[in-house]
Every structure is written in structure tokens, then in C-alpha cells.
Nanobody, 125 residues
Framework: QVQLVESGGGLVQAGGSLRLSCVAS????????MGWFRQAPGKEREFVAA????????GYADSVKGRFTISRDNAKKTLWLQMNSLKPEDTAVYYC??????????????????WGQGTQVTVSS
């Protein structure tokens, strides 16, 4: 079992920055891929960014490329999402997700077996 706890959300003006963190914990677990997803009110959950835990390869949604950066610290089992040049359309609950073994492309939410509780990001215009 893997427990994920996000932090770092909040209220920011358009053009501002936030850094989300996600700490993974549990007993004798492995991490394969980790990702960030978001869900805005009335909308479906969507992929934001993901990273291969060992190789460090990354993937981003087109809507956040060049503005968001995903990174991780293997030893601390911590995942980050640096969000710059935030826009009102980035407002959503952001979720951290993890795969302990390969179970599908990291672009797809269905491939993740573990999810955090979410952290609210609100960008005002």
C-alpha cells in the first residue's frame, strides 16, 4: 500500500506561481511512475504531468507545457509540480497519483492505483 499526501495549493493571482508537493509513504513499496492530474468543477479529471520514477522521463499536457515542471526526489519519495505563469483556467483540485508497478501509460488515470486526497489551486484573474 502507498499513501500519498499533497500540499502546496492555494490562491494566487494570474501570472503567479505555486509549487505542489506529494509525499509517498507506506511499507516496503516501489514506485514506477507518478503523475499529477486535476479536476475543475463540472469537468472530468485530466492529465497534467507525469514522470518515470527511475529514468526520470517526463510528459506534459499541451495546456501546461512550458509553464509547469514535474520533478522528484527518489530518496525522499517526494514529487513536485512547479507551476508558473498560472492562468484562471488552471483552477482545479490537483491530485497526485502513483503506480507501484507498470499498469499502463502514465498519461492515463486508469493506470494509477494510488491517489492522494487532492489540493485546491485557485487562480484569480
Amino acid at each position: 500500500q502507498v499513501q500519498l499526501v499533497e500540499s502546496g495549493g492555494g490562491l494566487v493571482q494570474a501570472g503567479g506561481s505555486l509549487r505542489l508537493s506529494c509525499v509517498a509513504s507506506g511499507r516496503a513499496f516501489n514506485l514506477y511512475n507518478m503523475g499529477w492530474f486535476r479536476q475543475a468543477p463540472g469537468k472530468e479529471r485530466e492529465f497534467v504531468a507525469a514522470i518515470s520514477w527511475i529514468a526520470g522521463s517526463t510528459g506534459y499536457a499541451d495546456s501546461v507545457k512550458g509553464r509547469f515542471t514535474i520533478s522528484r526526489d527518489n530518496a525522499k519519495k517526494t514529487l513536485w509540480l512547479q507551476m508558473n505563469s498560472l492562468k484562471p483556467e488552471d483552477t482545479a483540485v490537483y491530485y497526485c497519483a502513483a503506480q507501484s508497478t507498470y499498469s499502463g501509460s502514465y498519461y492515463h488515470g486508469e493506470a494509477y492505483g494510488y491517489w492522494g486526497q487532492g489540493t485546491q489551486v485557485t487562480v484569480s484573474s
